[in-house]
Nanobody, 113 residues
Framework: QVQLVESGGGLVQAGGSLRLSCVAS???????MGWYRQVPGNRRELVAI???????HYTDSVKGRCTISRDDAKNTVYLQMNSLKPEDTAVYYC????????WGQGTQVTVSS
């Protein structure tokens, strides 16, 4: 069973940038991978997907500001986040899309206005 560890979150001012990383304990090269985010009390939201072949898709709220990428040799998925907004504040997780494996601990992103 693949295990996932997210990192790279932090506290930034609006307009700032962060690069999130997700390291998998096993090979992920054949899987579609996504970045999700969750605000307490809300459902987990899928914000970016990258296919095994490298095709990407973004939810409208992050399109143009975020870039998902992967390095299968390192079993790692990234999310570059630019022009951050206070509404991007959430815990960010990565996982397979669909059929997620057990969730990691996530990484907290807090954007101050």
């Amino acid at each position: 069973q693949v295990q996932l560890v997210e990192s790279g979150g932090g506290l930034v001012q609006a307009g700032g940038s962060l690069r999130l990383s997700c390291v998998a304990s096993g090979a992920i090269f054949s899987f579609n991978m996504g970045w999700y985010r969750q605000v307490p009390g809300n459902r987990r939201e899928l914000v970016a997907i990258i296919s095994g072949g490298g095709n990407t898709h973004y939810t409208d709220s992050v399109k143009g500001r975020c870039t998902i990428s992967r390095d299968d040799a390192k079993n790692t998925v990234y999310l570059q986040m630019n022009s951050l907004k206070p509404e991007d504040t959430a815990v960010y997780y990565c996982n397979k899309v669909p059929n997620p494996v057990p969730w990691g601990q996530g990484t907290q992103v807090t954007v101050s206005s």
